[in-house]
């Protein structure tokens, strides 16, 4: 297997990175009261000197009220938290490293299994994470114009401590995505509407706010997901028509990458073409893209909390889409988390060293 389209550097504006393989964000819950610990620090380190390229981190919450429906998930906001971000962007660099926060909203949300809740009640564009499912208050206008200055915010923040770039998580039925989806927003003010582009109104004015804070220079990351964890087959883009429509806006808003989640990274998008979900944001704006989903291992992330495990899977489709100019970056999650190596392993073609993934690597942090 050639792998050699991997491991050639890639540089936009602020990113300058070895390689084209991203640690894709996944949420740990080991940050108490919302702050990261030395152990955080380390973990994020170790996968610098495994050589990752690009280290996205886990959501960090912005500066609201009920932003997280986790006490122990990180905050990018406040002093405590802060100077714990700062030892991790500061481990990650002195290990050779690059890295940016994923800053995240999460909307309305379910309560947490640990019976912890936030202050305040959940907010979102129409009270509900799910139709008919509402757990949570109809954000006002003034909700909405605060939680963008938060956004903007946590943005500077990332700029100010010295991270190498920015990502916004506007997937997986999160805040952002609760606007886009037409099954969460039912507005019928300037953020609703009844297509695409007019329910991104809240997500473009996030990504203006971010551009302005952080200065043309920066680099701004996007993730985005056509499902949701309670509807794998929704499709808010229908056609690339539509994903033009919704999209474009987005890059002209000030977005530079856009990180395109799906669970299986080689099913096709649409029909009449094999290009995934980041070749056709490639095709369609002409901007970078990272493709992620299920690579590396045999199964999704979704059965992993189910309980499944999975095993190492070839990286020969990933390379054949790569070299065909499909997309510019991998995001890597599950290998990552159970082997921070797993970089170094597939450049030295140590395959037979990989790892497979089991649940039990999702309670721990793991950093040998």
């Known amino acids: 297997m050639n792998t050699n389209s991997l491991f050639s550097p890639f540089q936009l504006k602020s990113l300058n990175i070895k390689n084209r393989l991203v640690m894709a964000p996944m949420t740990r819950s080991f940050s108490p009261d919302g702050v990261p610990t030395p152990e955080v620090a380390a973990y994020y380190r170790k996968r610098a000197e495994g050589e990752v390229g690009l280290i996205l981190s886990e959501g960090t919450v912005i500066d609201r009220p009920s932003s997280s429906n986790d006490k122990d998930v990180p905050h990018f906001y406040g002093n405590q938290a802060l100077a714990g971000w700062q030892n991790v962007i500061n481990n990650v660099h002195s290990a050779g490293g690059a890295m940016g926060p994923q800053i995240w909203h999460m909307g309305i949300m379910d309560n947490h299994a640990s019976g912890w809740t936030p202050a305040e009640p959940f907010e979102g564009p129409s009270g509900t994470n799910r139709p008919d499912n509402n757990n949570g208050k109809t954000m006002t206008e003034s909700d909405i114009a605060d939680t963008i200055a938060a956004f903007g915010r946590a943005a500077a923040d990332a700029k100010r401590l010295g991270f190498d770039c920015v990502e916004i998580h506007g997937a997986h039925g999160y805040l952002i995505d609760q606007f886009f989806w037409e099954g969460t927003n039912e507005r ?3 953020y609703g509407g009844k297509n695409l582009p007019e329910r991104s109104r809240f997500a473009l004015e996030v990504i203006k706010e971010v551009r302005k804070q952080v200065g043309d220079d920066f680099a701004v990351i996007i ?7 309670s509807a794998y087959d929704t499709k808010i883009a229908h056609t690339p028509q539509e994903l033009e429509a919704w999209i474009n806006p987005m890059a002209e808003a000030g977005i530079d990458i856009f990180h395109c989640s799906q669970r299986r990274f080689w099913e096709p998008e649409f029909e009449g073409s094999d290009l995934n979900f980041a070749g056709w944001a490639k095709k369609v704006s002409g901007k970078a893209t990272i493709t992620v989903g299920s690579v590396g291992l045999s199964g999704d992330f979704f059965g992993a909390f189910a309980g499944e495990s999975s095993q190492p899977s070839s990286l020969d489709e990933l390379v054949r889409r790569m070299d065909r ?7 890597v999650g599950r290998p990552l988390l159970s082997d921070p190596f797993w970089v170094q392993k597939i450049r030295e073609q140590r395959t037979n060293e990989l790892k497979g993934f089991s649940k039990e690597a999702l309670a721990q942090l793991i950093i040998d």
């Open 223 to 229: 993730r985005l997901s056509q499902f949701k964890p």
């Open 325 to 331: 100019g499909d997309f510019d970056l991998v995001a």
């Open 188 to 190: 019928t003010d300037i």
